[in-house]
């Protein structure tokens, strides 16, 4: 496990990723996004394809959903794309789409939102309906998002009370998503985003005609510090069955009180459903824990303040950046060392139970 898979900029992510990608042999395909990068370069969401057309199994991995905790994501795909296991995985008739950077805007500006402050996480909704109410966020948004930057004394005093006084609230809790504050933290947007519509005709094409899609979708931010958790969304019965199967009992179902991570609404992984109505879905959301959560709180806080203040003095919008950077990626070889070795197991773990399910004649 390589410290070295790991780079410091979202250009140098890109740049390692399509090599490598190349140098495997894989299909590769860029959607161009239509704003520059931070530097000025331009950004996209890269795909890469590795094994047989016609397999009937496809394992997805994706990284940067909420932007710079793509670069956990995205050195995790780095080692992915020089590992033995993707011949054991075409040997066993299955086929590997790694999907670079969900959201490169946010992965280059060092921002987990989108260009429109949009949390991807929660914007693949049904939006010909209402975006649910999120009442215990409605409580303490103006104390999360406050009209100066650093918070005073008093705000932070008051939040904390709030938060202490809100902490067993999850369904909804603060972070389940909001759609009334596009200012605001975990927004929904109104529409589709670019990302979203770009994801969506990925996965369209490359999975409606396959019989069985895994997908580990790779996050940073909750949870004990380098700690892999699992987490599970809302399925039924037999596909909460098949995924403790492949997966251990130490999979997190989002909705129960344990998990770091509270119900949420507009999820990426979902929108396989509506794309490849045909094939079964088997999903996951990997989740590991960087610094203690005031620290993260405060970087979204941050962020979502500097979303509503772009004309911000320059110093305290690096700073807020920095802060969003350290939040989700750290740039410590103890932390990246756990998240390599932790997504080597679970890949293994899939392509297992990808391949046995599907030879076991499971799949619907
Ligand atoms: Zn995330």
């Known amino acids: 496990m390589s410290a070295a898979l790991f780079s410091a900029t979202y250009r140098e992510a890109r740049q390692r990723f399509l090599a490598a990608a190349h140098a495997a042999g894989a299909t590769v395909e860029s959607h161009v996004h239509p704003l520059p990068g931070a530097e000025g370069e331009p950004i996209a969401t890269d795909t890469a394809l590795v094994g047989p057309a016609d397999a009937g199994g496809l394992l997805i991995v994706s990284s940067g959903t909420h ?190 009180p344990g998990s770091v991570s509270p119900r949420t609404v507009g999820h990426i992984t979902y929108c396989a459903f509506a794309e490849c109505p045909r094939a079964a879905l088997t999903p996951m959301t990997l989740e590991y824990g960087t610094l203690p959560s005031p620290r993260v709180r405060e970087a979204l806080r941050g962020e979502a303040w500097l979303a509503g203040h772009p004309d911000a003095a320059p110093p305290v919008a690096a700073a807020i950046r920095r802060a969003v950077r350290d939040a989700f990626y750290v740039d410590a070889d103890d932390w990246k060392g756990m998240v390599l070795g932790q997504f080597r197991a679970l890949a293994i773990q899939t392509v297992n139970g990808l391949a046995t399910t599907i030879e076991q004649g499971d799949a619907p």
């Open 67 to 256: 932007g710079p905790e793509g670069f956990a994501g995205s050195a995790c795909q780095l080692g992915l794309l020089g590992d033995e296991l993707l011949a054991r995985a075409a040997a066993r008739g299955l086929a590997v789409l790694l999907v670079h950077a969900v959201n490169p805007f946010g992965f280059s500006h060092l921002k987990r939102t989108n260009e429109d402050n949009i949390d991807l996480n929660r914007n693949f909704n049904d939006f010909s309906t209402p975006y649910p109410a999120n009442p215990v966020y409605e409580e303490i948004h103006r104390l999360l998002v406050p009209d100066t930057w650093p918070p005073d004394a008093a705000n932070e005093a008051r939040l904390a009370e709030a938060m202490t006084r809100l902490a067993g609230q999850r369904d909804p809790g603060v972070s389940s998503g909001q759609a009334l504050h596009p200012d605001g933290l975990f927004y929904s947007g109104t529409a589709p985003a670019w990302s979203n519509r770009t994801i969506r005709s990925i996965v369209r094409r490359h999975g409606a005609g396959r019989r069985h899609i895994a997908w580990l979708d790779v996050h940073t931010g909750l949870g004990p510090y380098g700690h892999g958790e699992k987490i599970f969304g809302t399925h039924p019965p037999a596909t909460l069955r098949r995924a403790l199967s492949w997966w251990g009992r130490d999979l997190i179902v989002s909705t129960q």
